[in-house]
Structure formats: structure tokens, C-alpha cells
């Protein structure tokens, strides 16, 4: 069984940082792309960043320069590092992995609010 847990979402300032992890299980992580998406109510899921195997990364321009992807093949989890947090950057976040069979595997999401 693949399993995908985020953690780390919560209410932030505009300008605050936040940090959110995900720790993947039932797959050999380190051979996989993990990709964080995000989803706002009524809006599309997007694309935020991805981390492939090598560790080269990928960022959304809404995001890039402020956001952060890393991964610990060790431990198995991909973080995403939040800075300067804009109140367009609330959502859902969620973690993604398209692994064995070539099949999509999500979290169950961590939600971001960012309000003054």
C-alpha cells in the first residue's frame, strides 16, 4: 500500500513562513518525481513543485523564489518550505507521487491559510 501523509499546514500572517512534510511509505522512494500541488476552493488543482530522483527541482512562477522543495531519501519525505506567504497562496496542499504502474498517488491534504 502507498501512502502519502502531509503534515505541517495551519494559519500564517501574510509574510510568515510555513513548512509542510510529507512522508511517503509502500513505494521505493527514491527511484520517484514527488510533486506538491495545491488546491483552492473552486479552483483547480495546480501544479507547485516537484523534486525528481537527482534532486533537480521545479517551481510554479507564482511561487518561485519564495517556496522551497527538498527531500531526505533516508527518511523518505519531501518538504516543501513556505516563505513570505502571500493570501493567494491559501489552499489545500497535497502531496503526489506517480509510482507503480504508473499510477497517481495523493494525501490527504494539509490545509494553509494565510489572513491577517
Known amino acids: 500500500q502507498v501512502h502519502l501523509v502531509e503534515s505541517g499546514g495551519g494559519l500564517v500572517q501574510p509574510g510568515g513562513s510555513l513548512r509542510l512534510s510529507c512522508a511517503a511509505s509502500?513505494?521505493?522512494?527514491?527511484?520517484?518525481?514527488m510533486n506538491w500541488y495545491r488546491q483552492a476552493p473552486g479552483k483547480q488543482r495546480e501544479l507547485v513543485a516537484t523534486?525528481?530522483?537527482?534532486?533537480?527541482?521545479n517551481y510554479a512562477d507564482s511561487v518561485k523564489g519564495r517556496f522551497t522543495i527538498s527531500r531526505n531519501n533516508v527518511r523518505n519525505t519531501v518538504s516543501l518550505q513556505m516563505n513570505s506567504l502571500e493570501p493567494g497562496d491559501t489552499a489545500v496542499y497535497y502531496c503526489?507521487?506517480?509510482?507503480?504502474?504508473?499510477?497517481?498517488?495523493w494525501g490527504r491534504g494539509t490545509q494553509v491559510t494565510v489572513s491577517s
Open positions: 503526489h507521487v506517480k509510482a507503480r504502474g504508473n499510477t497517481d498517488y
Open positions: 509502500g513505494i521505493n522512494f527514491r527511484l520517484y518525481d
Open positions: 523534486i525528481t530522483s537527482d534532486q533537480s527541482t
